[in-house]
DNA sequence: CTATTATTCAAGTTATCGCTTGAATAATGT
DNA sequence: ACATTATTCAAGCGATAACTTGAATAATAG
């Protein structure tokens, strides 16, 4: 009960939103929606050294935002539940539709130009089926390896300037990335557009892709 | 653009979550989803300095989560729209569903006792319309009226134990206060459960119910 | 048991946050 | 213009957070 119980609540509801107030924390939080993952490697995507990126993730934990479970000598994080998603989504959300600041960022991204709207999950897989569009991964090849939408070729964003001579201008193009949070889709589409390909984004990325229980293909996790 | 567009983009995310990372900040919050205040009004409230007050709702502006306009030498502010009730009740339900420590500070309020399942805001609305409830507005009297649900006393904290032995013991109860951030509502039931009376607690508050576009008789605004 | 690997802990430094105090600005009424 | 009221700005202080470094702990292999 404590002298205010009310002044309690509130600190722990603020521990949450604190524990998301870290540009590191949210990288290491979008890195986890990809799937668990121990300290070294969340590290090594994340440019954190060790120590400070095993304290980051102690932070998410003591939010509950994370959980770990060891395997051997690792300890392996992971998301809680779908909740943390949702409320990284909603943050995203509430920046971007707010945030003149935001909006500029991402404008930059695209010089400025034509910003086409992303595609629907549900009409990628529809034309996915219908064998209608080529699908590009725009994430690092281990990323990929961990897991891809079927049929989607990585094309990690440093190669994507060298293949674009070899794709087809009349294909329709939907390229995706780690999601909501992960700028390399909005990068790359704004490559492939520069040189008159039919590029698109894909509404969210692989965890959203996940989540709505569309086919992954499963490689080494 | 920057020499890291990624990060930017980060920052602004954190920036809205920082804003939601002071207990002192939820509760300007809590306010506001009552109704558009001014700077001073919610300084009482929630027992800031003006300056002090003041200087908080600018960081909640520059995350753009209220916004404020001149009225006379007033400034008043508001929630800038629904995305930011949704986002607070996102970052309570996380909490919630996580933190042991929230489960103890409001099973501390009950004493440990039974916690009857809160009544929906639909099921509230219907027996209303059958009279067969009595509903209880636990908030201060300023509150209740600048606007309340229709036919519910008022009913502050500190008279609800005066007034218990006015109350029928047949009759069932339904106390609500500002919202799922305030635990008046769950303070009250506590104390008419205690008297033995039937009583429970409505889920979510008055914004809530507004949002649901329940009607709310308004009083002075 | 010892060595190795993966993670966590602890101490120290710099930067930022929250709060207070007192002055400055903005709008209104006389 | 001047006084009044409501809010914001600016400077200063103590507490907290982020990052670094180096040591300590846990689990496993030899």
Do not use: F
Request: with cysteine; charged share 25%.
């Amino acid at each position: 009960m404590s002298i205010s119980p009310k002044l309690a609540l509130l600190e722990e509801y603020a521990l949450v939103a604190r524990a998301l107030s870290a540009p590191a924390r949210l990288m290491l939080l979008e890195q986890l929606a990809q799937g668990e993952r121990g300290v070294e490697a969340l590290a090594d995507k994340t440019g954190l050294t060790i120590a400070n990126c095993s304290q980051h993730l102690q932070q998410l934990r003591r939010a509950a935002l994370v959980t770990s479970r060891r395997d051997g000598k690792a300890v392996i994080y992971r998301l809680t539940d779908a909740k943390t998603l949702a409320l990284m989504d909603l943050l995203r959300i509430v920046a971007e539709r707010n945030l003149a600041q935001v909006e500029r960022i991402l404008r930059g991204l695209s010089s400025g130009e034509d910003a086409p709207e992303p595609v629907s999950r549900e009409d990628l897989a529809v034309r996915i089926a219908e064998g209608s569009v080529t699908v590009l991964d725009v994430r690092p090849a281990d990323e990929y390896a961990a897991g891809h939408i079927p049929g989607a070729l990585n094309m990690p964003l440093i190669e994507i300037e060298r293949i674009i001579p070899t794709l087809d201008l009349a294909a329709e193009i939907v390229a995706y990335c780690r999601g909501p949070y992960c700028i390399y889709a909005h990068q790359a589409v704004a490559a492939l557009r520069k040189h008159g390909l039919n590029a698109r984004r894909l509404d969210g990325g692989l965890p959203e892709w996940r989540e709505d229980g569309l086919p992954v293909l499963a490689g080494t996790q």
